[in-house]
């Protein structure tokens, strides 16, 4: 059974950081891919950024791209999202989510809350 959960999230001020970090158990960690969403209010879940199995590749979405970091710590079973510069677009409950062999992210975490005040 999989299970990722999210922490970190908050109220901020607009120009101000976040960091939302997500625990991943119950398979191997570092052979899957891992991803970031987020969905504000009224709108579909967007894609954020992912990283690769090893951490050696990203890619992120244009809105976010130069102000957020995506990071993993295979040993530790995390991955990270460094959020600086943050703006009241930003706003939304951010997941985690885990690429599965089936060709998609079939794996996702409860949700996290960022708020960014402006």
């Known amino acids: 059974q999989v299970q990722l959960v999210e922490s970190g999230g908050g109220l901020v001020q607009a120009g101000g950081s976040l960091r939302l970090s997500c625990s991943a158990s119950?398979?191997?960690?570092?052979?899957?891919?891992m991803g970031w969403f987020r969905q504000a209010p009224g709108k579909e879940r967007e894609f954020v950024a992912t990283i690769s199995q090893s951490g050696g590749s990203s890619r992120y979405a244009d809105s976010v791209k130069g102000r957020f970091t995506i990071s993993r710590d295979n040993a530790k079973n995390m991955v990270y999202l460094q959020m600086n510069s943050l703006k009241p677009e930003d706003t939304a409950v951010y997941y985690c989510?885990?690429?599965?062999?089936?060709?998609?992210?079939?794996?996702w975490g409860q949700g996290t809350q960022v708020t960014v005040s402006s």
């Open positions: 119950g398979r191997t960690f570092s052979s899957y891919a």
């Open positions: 989510a885990q690429w599965t062999m089936s060709g998609r992210y079939d794996y």
